[in-house]
């Protein structure tokens, strides 16, 4: 079977692994995401794919990039946490290893590993929405992806929750990834605590009903389910899918359910809310499935 060199890169790791072309992971690894400002995220990129070219046929590279992309050109319009990749032609910064590149938005290949093998290979229109260090978002109408312009649909993180009179302030404060994403709940947590708790333990201290993580969490999946009920009513998919390491949590989904059911329980009824089947691994299996896609293996 064809191999593939797969990266799934975010904004504290990339993984890594060459797969097959029925997606099973032949050898992976994972690295700390570089410091932004010298572009070192292409040279990561290129030293690890050499490495896996050593060691196997390797016959193309995947990657699910956290950004607003063009998978024609390769082009990054907007690159969220991993700003060295905005407004940078990612093949052409790759092209060195001379190997067939394709590229796609990191929620949109969660969307497409849920469609080819998770739980959506049944649904022709839902949601993902992937929380992270931010919260990335994919829409599937009629069967297909559907990207907009400059492939900016889905940025379900910059939807605003709140009203203020401070509305240049509203970006950096009060959009679902300020107020949803794991990675501002555990920064919340830290600086109000003074710890360095990590996303599991503070979800555990919430189970031991500890005061200032139980309003934290409490916040958190408030702003979840406000944006989630938005997106219902916006789109009415069949079903919303979450990933991202936080919703493997046992009880991520009741709680977000009951969130929801205190806004408007006609919601629930509406659409489905269920987590993806391959939480963190789905961007390496779905850029693997765009890969495919782009390139006529499947």
Known sequence: M???????????????????SDGKVIESNV?????????????MLIDQTEEYKQKYSVKGIA???????DVQTGNVFFAGAVTDLQNKRVKEELKSLKLPIELENDANCAALAEKWKGNAIANNHFVVLTVGTGIGGSIFINNEL????QGMAGEFGLMCLQITEKL?????????SRLGSTWNLIDRVNNRLHQAYTGEEIFDLYQKKNQVITEEVEAFFTALAVGTVNI????????ILFGGGVSSQEAFISLLKDKIGLIRPEALELTN???????NQSGLLGALYHYHRQRNIV
Not at 11 to 17: C, E, I, L, N
Not at 31 to 43: L, V
Not at 168 to 176: F, G, H, I, K, R
């Open 2 to 20: 064809e191999l593939t060199a797969v990266f799934d890169i975010g904004g504290t790791s990339v993984k890594s692994a060459v797969m097959n």
């Open 31 to 43: 690295h700390q995401t570089p410091p932004q400002g010298n572009n070192e995220i292409f040279t």
């Open 63 to 69: 990657l699910s990039v956290p950004g607003a992309v």
């Open 146 to 149: 559907y990207r907009g312009r």
């Open 168 to 176: 240049p302030l509203l970006m950096e404060t009060a959009t679902l």
């Open 232 to 239: 219902i009513h916006s789109l009415a998919p069949e079903k």
């Open 273 to 279: 809310i269920d987590h993806c089947r391959y939480f």
